[in-house]
């Protein structure tokens, strides 16, 4: 199955920019539609961004539109957020995941997870 290794998070002062990479092995990645979530202390996970097998087509919630982007390598088994324009509530582990599926938005959709990485945006 796929392995998950998320890196890049780290702390930054509000309207700052981080950018986080996945590193995926163990598959071909090409066959995986690849989304980013996360999750805040008492609250569910949620999809921030998802893109479709060959990286042609994106998805993003609302609440990151137009801040974030989401991309992948497929020749280096690498995918990317970058986020820009951090707000406080951004604060969240952010978590890489994999599909079967040619596209997935949903949590439902997805059966291959990294560890996650923190991200903490300050005032």
């Known amino acids: 199955q796929m392995q998950l290794v998320e890196s890049g998070g780290g702390s930054v002062q509000a309207g700052g920019s981080l950018r986080l990479s996945c590193a995926a092995s163990?598959?071909?990645?090409?066959?995986?539609?690849m989304g980013w979530f996360r999750q805040s202390p008492g609250k569910e996970r949620e999809i921030v961004a998802a893109?479709?097998?060959?990286?042609?087509?994106?998805y993003y919630s609302d609440s990151v539109k137009g801040r974030f982007t989401i991309s992948r390598d497929n020749a280096k088994n690498m995918l990317y957020l970058q986020m820009n324009s951090l707000k406080l509530e951004d604060t969240a582990v952010y978590y890489c995941?994999?599909?079967?599926?040619?596209?997935?938005?949903?949590?439902?959709?997805?059966?291959?997870w990294g560890q996650g990485t923190q991200v903490t945006v300050s005032s």
């Open positions: 893109v479709n097998r060959v990286g042609g087509g994106a």
């Open positions: 163990g598959r071909t990645v090409s066959n995986y539609g």
């Open positions: 995941a994999a599909s079967p599926l040619y596209v997935a938005t949903v949590k439902a959709g997805y059966t291959n």
